[in-house]
C-alpha cells in the first residue's frame, strides 16, 4: 500500500523528472573529475541536487531533502571556490547520488525511503565544515556516457516547477542553498491530497 495516498500521480512525476536530473548529475560528475574546476557543470550538478530537494521537500521525504540540502551545500562552496574537489569529497559525492538512486527506487515502490547511513551525512558534514572527510561507504561510480559527453538536460515547462511548490509549502526554503547548516529534521507538511500547481 502506497505511503503517498492521494499524491501518486506527483510522486511518479517527480520520480520521472528527478531519475533523468540523477542521471544529468551521474554524467556530469565523469566529466568533473577530469575538469574539477569547471564552473558550469558544478553549477549544473548543484542545480540538479536543489531541483531534487525541491521536489522532495513539497511531497515531505525528509531523508532525501536532508541529504540532498548537504550535498547542494557542498556543491555551493565548490563553485564559489571555497573548497576544492579532492578524491575524498568526489568519494562523498558518489556516495550520496548513489543512495538518491536507492531512495528513489524505495519511492518507486510507494514506500517512504529510510536515512541516509549516517557515515555519509557525517562526511558531508565535515567536507563542509572544512574537516577530514572519510565516508566508508562506497557506491558503484557514474557509469560514462555510452554515446554522448552529457545527457540532454529534462525539456523546460514539463511537469511542476519543485522549487516553487517547495517554497510554497516551506517559506524559508529560498534561503536555504546559502546556509551550510543542515536542513532541520521537519520541513514542508505534507500536501492536501490533489493539491497540484503548474509550474
Not at 154 to 180: E, K
Request: hydrophobic residues 45%.
Amino acid at each position: 500500500m502506497s505511503e503517498f495516498g492521494g499524491m501518486e500521480e506527483l510522486l511518479q512525476d517527480f520520480l520521472m523528472e528527478s531519475t533523468d536530473l540523477l542521471s544529468d548529475v551521474d554524467n556530469k560528475l565523469v566529466e568533473l573529475e577530469k575538469r574539477p574546476e569547471d564552473k558550469a557543470l558544478l553549477n549544473d550538478i548543484f542545480r540538479g541536487f536543489h531541483t531534487i530537494k525541491g521536489g522532495a521537500g513539497f511531497l515531505n521525504v525528509i531523508p532525501m531533502v536532508n541529504l540532498c540540502h548537504r550535498t547542494e551545500n557542498l556543491f555551493d562552496k565548490l563553485r564559489n571556490g571555497e573548497m576544492h574537489i579532492t578524491p575524498e569529497v568526489m568519494d562523498v559525492i558518489l556516495d550520496a547520488t548513489g543512495i538518491v538512486r536507492d531512495m528513489f527506487g524505495t519511492l518507486g515502490q510507494g514506500l517512504m525511503p529510510g536515512d541516509a547511513d549516517a557515515r555519509v551525512l557525517a562526511a558531508l558534514d565535515a567536507a563542509l565544515a572544512g574537516e577530514p572527510v572519510a565516508a566508508e561507504v562506497h557506491h558503484a561510480e557514474p557509469a560514462a556516457p555510452a554515446a554522448v559527453a552529457e545527457a540532454a538536460p529534462a525539456p523546460a515547462g514539463n511537469g511542476p516547477d519543485w522549487n516553487q511548490l517547495y517554497q510554497a509549502v516551506t517559506p524559508n526554503a529560498a534561503a536555504a542553498p546559502a546556509s551550510a547548516e543542515p536542513a532541520p529534521a521537519a520541513q514542508a507538511p505534507r500536501a492536501e491530497p490533489g493539491r497540484r500547481e503548474q509550474a
